[in-house]
């Protein structure tokens, strides 16, 4: 098991647009508007947890250090 930090950037026309039709109700999506938004996503870090798959109800405690020392 493994647990990512990733970074995601959206940029271009409409990006106000289109996260306020995806937070919606509804749905939906940005319609014709989203043709000019440009998402790049990166996975900064990846942490090892743990070796296989967790049993239900265990609790697993992660300590992350976000500051380099």
């Given amino acids: 098991m493994e647990l990512a930090?990733?970074?995601r950037e959206?940029?271009?026309?409409?990006?106000a647009y289109?996260?306020?039709a995806l937070a919606s109700p509804g749905g939906g999506g940005a319609g014709s508007m989203s043709e000019?938004?440009?998402t790049e996503t990166q996975t900064l870090l990846k942490y090892e947890i743990m070796d296989g798959a967790p049993v239900k109800g265990?609790?697993?405690p992660v300590r992350l250090y976000?500051?380099?020392r």
């Fill in 18 to 20: 289109s996260a306020a």
């Fill in 36 to 38: 000019n938004v440009v």
């Fill in 5 to 7: 930090v990733i970074r």
């Fill in 66 to 68: 976000l500051a380099g």
């Fill in 10 to 15: 959206t940029s271009g026309e409409g990006v």
């Fill in 58 to 60: 265990e609790v697993i």
